[in-house]
């Protein structure tokens, strides 16, 4: 599973250095692709697999399963590292992530996310957002601490 919190920087040529505990389980080969939230999502290849296999089964007479299909799809790119455990960011991912010099890697249970730092600041203010009212209705989702 990942987890954690890692603070890194985009060089000017699009390459990320991933942190080496994410890098030992993404493997060899795994995909990069838009994510909510305006982030870009990292998926090991096993988890993607699983992941369009359930876009698969959505049917192709619903708009919006359509739009969803398309927009995590149309945007993956297989990645691989290079020697120094770097990843290339299509400029197309990075311009969509807001994404020009910092960045943060969140490990996300199944996924990374990378976000531009300034993104991650908008959104994860947890200063802002009461985790005990947010916990509570999770609970009907089968969440419980």
Same mark, same amino acid.
């Given at each position: ?12 040529? @699009?390459?990320? !250095?991933?942190? *080496?505990?994410?890098? =030992?389980?993404? @493997? =060899? ?5 838009? @994510?909510? $939230? ?8 096993? =988890?993607?697999?699983?992941? &369009? ?8 007479? $619903? ?14 790119? *297989?990645?691989?590292? $290079? ?15 807001? !994404? ?9 249970? *199944?996924?990374?996310? !990378?976000? *531009?730092? =300034?993104?991650?600041? &908008? ?16 609970? $009907?989702? @089968?969440?419980?601490?």
């Amino acid at each position: 599973m990942f987890r954690g919190e890692y603070s890194h920087s985009v060089d000017p040529k @699009g390459r990320l !250095i991933i942190p *080496s505990k994410f890098r =030992e389980l993404l @493997g =060899e080969e795994f995909i990069v692709t838009r @994510g909510l $939230d305006g982030c870009l999502f990292v998926y090991p290849m096993n =988890e993607w697999e699983e992941f &369009e296999a359930k876009l698969k089964k959505l049917p192709l007479t $619903d708009k919006n399963a359509r739009a969803f299909a398309r927009f995590m799809t149309a945007g993956a790119t *297989s990645c691989e590292f $290079d020697k120094q455990g770097r990843i290339l960011l299509p400029a197309t991912l990075r311009a969509f992530a807001g !994404i020009e010099k910092d960045v943060i890697l969140a490990g996300l249970l *199944s996924h990374i996310e !990378i976000w *531009s730092e =300034e993104r991650w600041k &908008e959104n994860n203010n947890y200063d802002e957002i009461d985790m005990d009212e947010v916990a509570a209705q999770l609970t $009907d989702l @089968g969440l419980s601490i």
